[in-house]
């Protein structure tokens, strides 16, 4: 099972200055392969997937030496929420759904700020959490407010900067054991009034009697 785990961090004044930098670059890489994939659907009618846009990215990034400062992973990350924003936006299409529009270009006047990093070689731990620093690619290690221990193996973290900002970080894990919940030794059982009325949970305490003799 995945399981979120959230920390505030407390990057140096050069970290801080690096986690900036890939909200940018972030925001960029969203909102030109979102103009990218729109323009191909528009004028030739072709729609660019996730590994379309990966494969452009490497030559594009060629072109724009400022995006290889940043974590790589987390430009893919990017393109991976663009593709995930398009499908939610046709899915919706299809069904009549007016739940999910098409995909908004990404402003830094936006409230909240965010990239996510992959953990994508999880045997070196490209992130990696000991009991005082939590250790990403690009930014190393950052001291964090240890409230309580990572469990499972580490699939990705969010940098976020909240409205006030304050940093966090959020990892994302996977085989995370969930303790079962004890037993009640309670039933529940569903009583009908009448048919014009709705089911009524009752709990009733079940144990064994004794007979004695």
């Known amino acids: ?37 729109g323009e191909a659907y528009k004028n030739e009618g072709l729609s660019l997937s996730y590994m379309d846009c990966c494969k452009d990215l490497a030559q594009y990034k060629k072109d724009k030496e400022w995006l290889k400062e940043v974590d790589s992973t987390a430009l893919q990350s ?18 009549g759904d007016k739940k999910f529009g098409y995909p908004n270009k990404k402003s830094r006047k936006d409230r909240r700020q965010s990239y996510r990093t992959i953990n994508n070689n999880p045997n070196n731990n490209t992130i990696r959490v000991s009991k005082k620093t939590i250790r990403i690619p690009k930014l190393g290690e950052i001291e964090y407010a240890n409230s309580r221990d990572v469990e499972g193996r580490i699939l990705n973290a969010t940098v976020t900067q909240s409205p006030s900002g304050k940093y966090y970080i959020s990892i994302c894990c996977t085989e995370v054991d969930i303790p079962q919940l004890p037993e009640t030794g309670s039933a529940v059982g569903v009583a009908w009034a009448s048919r014009s009325t709705a089911p009524t949970a009752t709990a009733t305490n079940t144990r064994t009697t004794g007979t004695t003799g």
């Open 1 to 37: 099972m995945e399981k979120t785990f959230k920390y505030r961090i407390y990057p140096t004044e050069k970290q801080e200055v690096l986690i900036v930098k890939t909200f940018g670059c972030h925001r960029h890489i969203y909102n030109h392969y979102l103009e990218l994939r």
């Open 78 to 95: 990017t393109l991976k929420d663009l593709d995930t924003a398009f499908g939610n936006y046709f899915k919706s299409c299809e069904i």
